[in-house]
């Protein structure tokens, strides 16, 4: 996992280097440079300069542009706060072209370095001035973060440009993972700046960007299905049965020991495509004393049957995951929301962003708007582990905060949640803490949609099912 850091932590560290001899920004203006002319060498650069540090990166590239005798074309928008000496004999480089318009059209590359961590929300004629420079269809290299993007929260402020690539100057910003930031960032590349052996701030976040260890997984000679767990998976209700089919198919390729649906149609005996599923009633299977962990949720519905089940088994001392509906009466009905405030075994609930909304009364939209702060006040107010699905999903405890870098949009699919349900079941059932396990499940979830779509470029049409076995193997690797 990788460090994550707010922009006050990061105002910090630059605070905490402000004396330094090079400057952080002389350092991130050479390390742009070196990036830009690795790249692009013989381009025509055009480097939007803003009115604060974020331009001043801007123009120390620019310096070094010039010195390796690149052609380019600086615009600065509004007038530069500082208006430093420094700036005064950078902009009048003998060679630099300087505008204040947007004459970007004959440049090759564009180089956003308007705003940065400082950013306010744009007002109107900013905002058109960069959907101007958007039109344009170049590429566009972001400095530190693309414009108009907020780089805690990944959501544009209200519009932002698209950037390729975005050069990320001194450490890596949650906002560059999560909600819209992925689809503004493009490819992002982590410029330190500081040695490693630097002192830095407390994480206020970690990325996901790896797997993480399944070691503890392996199979021992001496084991058996009974080491490996019994899990039951709740829900299956008629219209609805699939999604406890994908669960529990899941969570057999997974690993868990022996799974068993609980369903509330009755008329689902087998799953001929999956016979070692065990498929029983939902009331016969809350009765079982040999189980080791349920789900509920995938196809529950909200029938009185499903809303008492999932009461009794708040009440149990089984360590529990909530999904789907479940977490929908957990919203509608206070006194089951008490039930899982009040539980002592582990719970963990994994909604989507129009769930989180439902339980913490507010709309998808404000969920949206802060997903980091969801996941952390849902895991507070209903004493749980948290997995917030959606792009850039967040899994939180009581230890912290991490967002998983895998997964695209081709999973925007009915069933893929199911599938997750059951994958992190079967990890947690088999030995992993709660946490772990969501943090595995999340990301090689993800990591077998991101194989999927190396060669389904356009991401359409990718089946939950179809992830399973890819699943499997990336479990194995
Ligand atoms: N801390 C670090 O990690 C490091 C920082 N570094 C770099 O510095 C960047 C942060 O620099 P920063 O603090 O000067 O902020 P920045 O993004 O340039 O914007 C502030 C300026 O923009 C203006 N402005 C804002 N919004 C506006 C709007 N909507 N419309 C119009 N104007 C608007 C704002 O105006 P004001 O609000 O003051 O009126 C102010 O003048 C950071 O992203 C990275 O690139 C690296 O060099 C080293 C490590
Ligand atoms: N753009 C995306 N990037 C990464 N993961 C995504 C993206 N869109 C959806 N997902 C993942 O796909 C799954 C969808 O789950 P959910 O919305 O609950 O579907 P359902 O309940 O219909 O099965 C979640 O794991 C979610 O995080």
């Given at each position: 996992m990788t460090p994550l850091y707010l922009s006050g932590a990061l105002r910090k560290l630059e605070a905490d280097h402000?004396?330094?001899?090079?400057s952080l920004m002389a350092l991130a203006g050479a390390a742009i440079a070196d990036w830009l002319l690795e790249r692009y060498r013989g381009c025509r650069f055009g480097l939007l300069i803003g009115p604060g540090n974020n331009g001043g990166d801007a123009l120390v590239s620019t310096r070094h542009l010039l010195d390796a005798g690149q052609a380019v074309h600086c615009i600065?928008?509004?007038?530069?706060?500082?208006?430093?000496p420094q700036d005064a004999a950078l902009l009048a480089t003998p060679g630099l072209q300087v505008s204040r318009t947007a004459e970007l059209a004959d440049c090759d590359v564009i180089v956003d370095g308007l705003f940065g961590l400082g950013l306010r929300t744009l007002d109107q004629s900013m905002i058109d001035w960069l959907l101007s420079v958007d039109a344009l269809g170049k590429p566009v290299i972001a400095i530190d973060?693309?414009?108009?993007?907020?780089?805690?929260?990944?959501?544009?402020?209200p519009y932002a440009l698209r950037a390729t690539h975005t050069l990320s100057m001194l450490g890596l910003k949650p906002g560059y993972y999560t909600a819209e930031g992925r689809d503004f960032c493009g490819e992002i590349h982590d410029f330190a700046l500081l040695p490693h052996t630097a002192p830095r701030p407390a994480a206020d976040a970690q990325l996901i960007d790896g797997r993480p260890s399944c070691t503890q997984l392996v199979r021992r000679h001496a084991s058996h299905k009974g080491t490996h767990g019994t899990l039951a998976i709740f829900g299956g209700s008629t219209g609805m049965t699939g999604a406890a089919l994908l669960a529990g198919r899941m969570a057999v390729r997974a690993g868990a020991g022996k799974v068993q649906l609980g369903v509330l149609d009755q008329t689902l005996g087998v799953d001929p495509l999956q016979p070692e599923l065990m498929i029983r009633s939902a009331t016969e299977l809350q009765a079982?004393?040999?189980?080791d962990l349920a789900v509920i949720g995938p196809g529950l519905g909200q029938s009185a049957a499903a809303s008492s089940l999932l009461e009794h088994l708040l009440k149990s001392t089984l360590p529990l995951l909530l999904d789907a509906d479940a977490l929908n009466l957990v919203a509608a009905k206070p006194e089951t929301r008490q039930l899982l405030r009040e539980r002592t075994a582990p719970s963990l609930i994994t909604p989507h962003p129009a769930e989180a909304g439902r339980l913490l009364g507010l709309s998808t939209q404000s969920i949206q708007i802060d997903r980091l702060d969801a996941a952390k006040r849902l895991g507070e107010q209903l004493n749980t582990s948290v997995l917030l699905k959606g792009s850039g999903t967040i899994c939180a405890d009581a230890a912290g905060l991490s967002i998983n870098a895998s997964g695209n949009?081709?999973?925007?699919?009915?069933g893929q949640g199911d599938l997750l349900s059951g994958l992190i079941a079967a990890l947690w059932v088999q030995g992993m803490p709660a946490i772990d396990a969501a943090r595995l499940g999340a990301f090689v979830h993800g990591q077998a949609a991101d194989e999927w779509r190396a060669s389904n470029p356009n991401g359409l049409g990718l089946c939950a099912s179809e992830l399973i076995d890819p699943i499997r193997h990336l479990l194995n690797q």
């Open positions: 402000t004396g330094d001899n090079p600065v928008p509004r007038q530069r706060s500082s208006g430093s973060v693309p414009s108009g993007l907020d780089a805690d929260r990944g959501i544009p402020k079982d004393p040999g189980l949009g081709a999973l925007g699919s009915a």
